[in-house]
């Protein structure tokens, strides 16, 4: 979508929209998901993971703040996502919780509705999974489809009093339908 919308700014914590200037970003990831999860309670504190979680939410949060007026921000998750699946690591309240929920709200919420299914085909049928994808010690499908059906139900209620529009999953991975479907949503916000 970056290549066909060269002025929209597109924000996310992955590694494909991450600068070389935000590189830190990527590497506190990897250390949090390799090396702090797995080890939660017993080496690391529940506020050590947040504080690293902090991070990420708000490099989205800054490169929104940095942006100039007129132009469409897409924003993969924003903190909704990251915040959901604190909640479902057993992070139920945290006082950072409303610090992020005090953010500006976005204008509209695209949803990527994909089935758990779809997912775990791409992530290599549990291979490439990081510990705050799925429920217990070790990645299965069970664990992974319970964890996404409880992250949906998740984002839903922190999203649920903004304006959502839901986008299906492409049919046979046709990535560009869903790139034409956001195209859509986002261009008739700012028209």
């Known amino acids: 979508m970056s290549r066909r919308e060269p002025d929209w700014r597109i ?14 970003i990527s590497r506190l990831r990897r250390e949090l998901v390799g090396e702090v999860v797995p080890v939660l309670h017993r080496d ?6 947040m504080t690293l979680m902090q991070t990420a939410v708000l490099h989205l949060r800054d490169s929104i703040m940095r942006s100039t007026g007129g132009t469409p921000i897409v924003v993969d998750s ?3 996502k990251i915040l959901a ?18 953010f500006p709200p976005p204008r509209r919420v695209i949803y990527l509705d994909v089935a758990p299914e779809t997912a775990w085909h791409r ?3 549990g291979r490439d999974l990081n510990p705050l994808e799925y429920y217990g010690e070790r990645p299965g499908w069970l664990s992974f489809e319970s964890f996404q059906s409880d992250l949906h139900k998740t984002l839903t209620e922190e999203i649920g009093p903004l304006p959502v ?3 299906a999953e ?3 991975g046709q990535a560009s339908r ?5 195209r859509e949503v986002v261009t008739h916000e700012y028209v």
């Open 85 to 102: 699946k604190c909640r479902l690591s057993g992070v139920d309240e945290h006082p950072l919780y409303d610090w992020w929920r005090s």
């Open 44 to 49: 690391y504190s529940v506020d050590f993971m």
């Open 11 to 24: 924000f996310s914590v992955d590694d494909a929209f991450l600068t070389p200037g935000h590189s830190l």
């Open 170 to 172: 492409a049919e046979h």
């Open 165 to 167: 529009t839901t986008v």
């Open 178 to 182: 869903i790139a034409q479907d956001i």
């Open 123 to 125: 992530c290599g049928t």
């Open 78 to 80: 924003y903190f909704y």
